[in-house]
């Protein structure tokens, strides 16, 4: 059997394409320049993970940060470790709701078990 030849001749395709994108991806298409990709999965690869604050991983249970606060902010050794902390709590949805709108609305049983969070591991 012959194979078939896969010149094309360029006047083909300036005939047919206007632009040279148009080119291009005929010429690869005929060429078989051009894979059809699969588009990746969005589990499969890396992925950042859960935020875990490691040094309040390895506390002792009892044991806790001291944090010192100047006009209402946390500056010291522990701040950044607070911050941490403080983030991964509100990104919690069983620690503090999501649909609420003002602090009236959360019970004084939730608000207590906010607070509890954010104290078990810190001295404030």
Same mark, same amino acid.
Request: proline fraction near 3%; glycine fraction near 6%; charged fraction near 30%.
């Given at each position: 059997?012959?194979?078939?030849?896969?010149?094309?001749?360029?006047?083909?395709?300036?005939?047919?394409?206007?632009?040279?994108?148009?080119?291009?991806?005929?010429?690869?298409?005929?060429?078989?320049?051009?894979?059809?990709?699969?588009?990746?999965?969005?589990?499969?690869?890396?992925?950042?993970?859960?935020?875990?604050?490691?040094?309040?991983?390895?506390?002792?249970?009892?044991?806790?940060?001291? &944090?010192?606060?100047? @006009?209402?902010?946390?500056?010291?050794?522990?701040? +950044?470790?607070?911050?941490? $902390?403080?983030?991964?709590? *509100?990104?919690?949805?069983? &620690?503090?709701?999501? @649909?609420?709108?003002?602090?009236?609305?959360?019970? +004084?049983?939730?608000?207590? $078990?906010?607070?509890?969070? *954010?104290?078990?591991?810190? &001295?404030?």
């Amino acid at each position: 059997m012959r194979k078939k030849s896969t010149m094309v001749s360029f006047s083909f395709f300036t005939k047919f394409c206007f632009c040279d994108l148009c080119f291009t991806y005929a010429l690869n298409l005929i060429t078989g320049g051009v894979s059809k990709k699969k588009k990746p999965d969005k589990r499969s690869g890396k992925t950042r993970g859960r935020n875990k604050c490691k040094e309040i991983a390895k506390l002792k249970p009892g044991e806790k940060l001291p &944090i010192e606060f100047y @006009r209402n902010r946390a500056v010291g050794e522990n701040y +950044d470790v607070f911050v941490r $902390h403080l983030g991964i709590i *509100v990104r919690d949805t069983n &620690i503090c709701p999501l @649909r609420v709108h003002r602090w009236k609305d959360i019970g +004084d049983r939730q608000l207590e $078990h906010m607070w509890q969070a *954010v104290t078990v591991c810190v &001295i404030l």
